[in-house]
């Protein structure tokens, strides 16, 4: 039989059943005149059994090429006889065993790669077994029978290639400084011949594709390689395509994705084919009949524990020899000879059985001379089990070691530097859960933080953090936030805000966390909302207003609320289509204990009185809740009433409150200030802005509630009149006072009004922001103002030492739209000229001025005492006389203006 055919047919033997159609192929001769190949190939998926490969990141590395390489085996010929090898690495599972195998039956099947005329493939778990001396040909004729008749010299061609797959399972380190081996029947360890074969001693012109996992990788000298490639494994269209095949339902494969997603350190873990199988196969009976958007997050133990629980309840004595033999052969390769199974007692037929009836956990594979090897399913099995061996031998224990044996895993992955304890180590706290071998406030947790901060620039710290997270899926948080909200000082041991700046990196890595998370403008719907619940998961703030949303999301929205693994702290919905009983559905998952999130905005929802009530109960049970805005939506009254019952709640910790544009008059307002009587401790913002409260409802608030406490107050557009202002300006006056920003914009308070505020000032200055823009204010109550900026310098120097430093300032002021006249202008420009006057921004449009003040405006601002560095004078009738006597003013040094208006 030809050399080619027989090959056609021993691989067809080897990787797969042989059919009729290719018996009959015409067959390419050897020695054809060679071709300088420089076809492109598309970076395509490979299908075989249940597996999709992907190849990326290939690179040629020889003399006369560095660039993409698009096919493994088209290459360019003229390289030197020591570069002609092309390795391919990829972790355990990614599928390089696959990928050969496909290869070659896509070859035998003359399916690809028609340019090779000879493909010799071998395995290295099988060349273990020839333990003699032989030559190439022997070696060729061992593996492959139907080439009895080979003339070696024909396999010195360059469309010869030897494939070696799985060099890390090699008993034998190949030894570059061998001695040479240059004829094809010289007899010599199988080692050397590979060696040999890399090198360009042994066929030179011959081709070497070798795959290996990336820890065996560096064993292969830089200057034997002609090109190296990597295999990934799934990209996220392979996976969910795989998923579908074992599921075989489109939502429920869109909802084991999102579940993978959750956790970033899992999803990358499913791009190893073998895991993504185990993983889909738990979630597909993990999520049945449970609720379509809630999330059901499991970890990583949580996973295999389901996947090999159903495996325990028969042949446990097989079980627990595996388990044994997994911790036995722990940090070695995922390859056993009849010999391995012996030392723990189990036996080859007893490993088959097991096998055909579990092979989620073991597999067998036949080779040379029908011998059989077992692996387990995936590394990750091995490593699982190993874990609950060794979980079993510390139970055994007395609990007072268990600390201690704990202890002493950990610092062996923490000095371990090729990484094989990672996933063990994860499997391992992940089972000290499950099977609450200790307590969560044990010394053993504290002492693997400590670990972590220590190691913070070690990809062991990362280690231990994923390893944590196995334990306790919010491990560190509690402690980050103590950090950040104490000024960075450490809440564990002595350790400096490097330490933890860097860890807290680490968390933020492995769990995808992103600051923000919006929908983009084409996406903004339910459907799209639905399908990135995990990248919002992982945010910190969510902003989806105006995003067409409606009732429908909201159970989705609520899940994401109420789960301890979510990292939002702040939702905006404004301005969507969410009904009363789309906020009912949210307020229940804001109602969780697990939900932490600290503002929600609903502007303009079209919400009424029964959604207050809903979130009225909410803030009995969401003490984390701190700012709620409800602005643009007609609540009313009613409404205000329903959410009082929440505010005056001790649990209820609100400090801001939006409630603009809501309908609100005097009875609302008198509900609100009942509320705040009885629980007047943590409110700090307060917004009624455009709403008929008139004085009835702010006489009641600021009779009920010290307006005091508060650091801003919005009161724009409330009817109100001086009556109000008495009220607000004792609250101002008051030296325990700490309102910063007060608008009253819109209302006619008139200079009565004004004067009242102003006196409040004057007692006590802590306003930094001041708008009390078309309040009917003329130049009497400009003469008021003066006073308060003339009244600020005034304090004793004792006084200063004691206060904030920002509650002397009044740096911004709002006029605009008042009839001052030139007469309010000049009263305002002298007091500009005073010592202490702190003032930046001044809006003095539309204020009836004219060119007569613009000489007391321009002195100033001119002043050295002045900082003001935003002016506005807009719709005023300077006109240019007046501009020129400004810019006597701004020519001054001592101008500090930045922006006129």
């Known amino acids: 039989m030809d050399l080619q055919l027989s090959l056609f047919v021993a691989l067809k033997r080897k990787y797969g059943k042989l059919t009729e159609e290719f018996q009959n192929k015409p067959i390419l001769e050897l020695g054809v005149n060679h071709r300088d190949f420089k076809k492109e190939i598309p970076e395509e998926c490979f299908l075989h059994h249940e597996f999709y490969l992907n190849i990326s990141n290939i690179f040629i590395r020889s003399d006369f090429v560095y660039g993409p390489v698009v096919d493994l085996f ?53 060349l273990n077994l020839i333990k003699h001396k032989v030559s190439l040909v022997q070696l060729l004729q061992t593996f492959y029978p139907e080439l009895k008749k080979i003339d070696g010299s024909r396999l010195n061609h360059p469309k010869v ?106 999803d990358q873990l499913c791009q190893i084919p073998p895991i ?78 097991f096998s055909r009836k579990y092979p989620f956990l073991l597999k067998k594979e036949r080779g040379l001379h029908n011998t059989s090897v077992f692996r387990f399913a995936h590394f990750s099995v091995q490593e699982y089990l190993a874990a609950s061996c060794k979980l079993d031998e510390i139970e055994a224990k007395q609990p007072s070691l268990h600390t201690d044996l704990c202890k002493k895993l950990v610092e062996e992955a923490v000095h371990d530097p090729l990484g094989k304890y990672d996933v063990y180590v994860r499997f391992f706290f992940g089972l000290l859960k499950e099977r609450r071998l200790l307590k969560p ?39 980050f936030e103590d950090f950040l909200n104490n000024g960075f000082s450490s809440p564990i041991g002595d350790f400096s805000a490097v330490h933890w700046n860097l860890t807290l990196g680490n968390v933020r890595i492995i769990d995808g966390l992103q600051e923000h998370f919006e929908l983009d403008a084409a996406e903004k719907c339910d459907e799209k909302l639905l399908k990135q619940l995990p990248e919002m998961l992982k945010s910190v703030t969510a902003t989806l207003r105006f995003s067409n949303l409606t009732d429908r999301c909201c159970p989705a929205l609520g899940s994401v609320l109420s789960m301890g693994e979510s990292h939002l702290r702040g939702l905006d919905l404004g301005y969507n289509s ?27 929802c079209g ?113 109100l009149t001086r009556l109000s202002c008495g009220g607000i300006g004792e609250a101002l006056g008051l030296e325990s006072s700490v309102l910063w920003e007060l608008n009253l914009s819109n209302n006619p308070l008139s200079d009565k009004g004004f004067q009242l505020l102003c006196e409040g000032i004057r007692k006590w200055a802590t306003l930094t922001q001041l708008k009390v823009s078309r309040c009917w204010i003329n130049a009497k109550g400009c003469s008021q103002l003066t006073k308060v900026l003339c009244s600020v310098m005034q304090f004793p120097q004792g006084a200063m030492h004691h206060l904030e430093w920002s509650r002397l300032q009044l740096i911004e002021l709002d006029l605009s739209m008042n009839c001052l006249e030139d007469k309010g202008g000049k009263a305002i420009a002298a007091g500009l000229t005073k010592s202490l006057i702190y003032l930046r921004t001044l809006n003095l449009s539309h204020c009836c001025l004219s ?51």
């Open 276 to 353: 993504c199988t185990i993983t889909a196969n738990v979630l597909k009976t993990h999520l049945k009949g449970k609720d379509g958007h809630k999330l059901y997050p499991l970890s990583l133990t949580q996973i295999y524990t389901q996947a090999l629980n159903l495996q325990k309840t028969s042949h446990p004595e097989t079980l627990s020899k595996l388990k044994n033999l997994a911790l036995l052969r722990f940090g070695e390769e995922n390859l056993m000879y009849e010999e391995d199974l012996q030392k723990t007692g189990i036996g080859v037929e007893e490993a088959s059985a």
């Open 607 to 719: 919400l009424g009185a029964r959604a207050c009530k809903y979130l009225s109960a909410a803030m009995k049970r969401a003490p984390k809740l701190l700012e709620l805005d409800l602005s643009c939506n007609d609540i009313g009254d009613r409404g205000l009433q329903n959410l009082a019952c929440g505010l005056r709640d001790p649990s209820c910790r609100l400090e801001g409150l939006r409630l603009s544009q809501c309908h609100i008059e005097p009875q609302g307002c008198a509900h609100l200030a009942s509320a705040l009587q009885e629980n007047p401790s943590f409110l700090k913002y307060l917004d009624l802005s455009i709403n008929p409260i008139r004085d009835e409802g702010a006489v009641q608030l600021s009779k009920k509630f010290d307006l005091s406490k508060l650091h801003k107050l919005e009161m724009n557009h409330c009817e």
């Open 74 to 126: 088209v290459c360019d010929c003229y390289h030197s006889a020591s570069r002609k090898t092309i390795l391919t690495v990829g972790v355990g599972g990614s599928g390089k065993s696959t990928l050969v195998q496909i290869c070659c039956v896509e070859w035998a099947e003359h399916r690809g790669t028609p340019d090779i005329s000879c493909l010799l493939p071998f395995a290295f778990w099988e």
């Open 161 to 266: 290639w030897f494939i070696f797959d799985g060099l890390n399972e090699s008993k034998r380190r190949l030894d570059f400084s061998c001695p040479p081996v240059t004829d094809v029947s010289t007899a010599a360890p199988v080692d050397v011949l590979v060696t040999n074969l890399i090198r360009g001693n042994l066929l030179p012109r011959a081709h070497v594709w070798l795959t290996s996992r990336y820890s065996w990788a560096a064993h292969i000298p830089e200057c034997h390689l002609l090109a190296k490639t990597e295999l990934e494994g799934f990209t996220i269209s392979q996976r969910k395509e795989h998923i579908f095949d074992i599921i075989g339902d489109s939502k429920m494969t869109d909802r084991v994705m999102d579940h993978m997603r959750l956790q970033k350190s899992l």
């Open 441 to 479: 406030s044990d010394r053993f947790f504290l002492y693997t933080k400590k670990m972590v901060l220590e190691y913070a620039l070690s990809d062991r710290s990362v280690c231990l953090l994923l390893s944590l997270r196995e334990y306790d899926s919010r491990a560190f948080l509690s402690e």
């Open 851 to 901: 060119d007569e003040c613009c000489d007391e405006l321009a002195s100033g601002l001119a002043s050295s005492d002045s900082r003001i560095s935003e002016l506005d004078l807009s719709g005023n009738e300077l006109q240019d006389r007046g501009v020129k006597k400004l810019c006597v003013g701004l020519k001054s040094r001592s101008c500090t203006l930045t922006s006129l208006a």
């Open 578 to 604: 969410i009904t009363d009983e789309g906020v009912k559905v949210l307020a229940e998952g804001l109602s969780d204990p697990s939900s932490r999130l600290k503002y929600l905005r609903l502007q303009g």
